[in-house]
């Protein structure tokens, strides 16, 4: 399993409510309820930037079409099946550190 990756300042996350792009946009961080969430930026509909969208009832919405994703399970509300990806992630240290995908198997 890869190491966690540092990708920013605790002080540059999102504020509650808020989503934004990081890691040269291919993450999108969101903060809903207290807790962050590191989703892969890429919609799995079409390719949009989630980090583009906003959240709306606890969720990212997609800036292009509208698809809705729940922040733990990735799930869209619309079709569970249809999922963004969710990082492992972990603020310690002042730091947010993100997991990357496992490509060895
Ligand atoms: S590309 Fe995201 S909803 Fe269509």
Excluded at 41 to 50: A, M, R, S, T, Y
Excluded at 59 to 67: E, L, Q
Excluded at 69 to 86: C, M, N, R, S, Y
Excluded at 90 to 102: N, Q
């Amino acid at each position: 399993m890869p190491d966690l990756v540092r990708i920013c300042l605790e002080s540059e996350l999102p504020r509650e409510g808020e989503v934004c792009e990081m890691a040269g946009g291919r993450l999108c961080v969101a903060r809903v309820g207290g807790e962050i969430a590191v989703l892969d930026n890429v919609c799995p509909h079409d390719e949009g930037p989630l980090g583009q969208g906003m959240i709306e009832d606890g969720r990212v919405v997609c800036p292009y079409h509208g698809w809705a994703f729940d922040v733990k399970t990735g799930a869209a509300l619309h079709d569970p099946e249809a999922k963004a990806h969710i990082y492992e992630s972990v603020v310690k240290d002042g730091e947010l550190w993100v997991r990357p995908p496992d490509r060895s198997s």
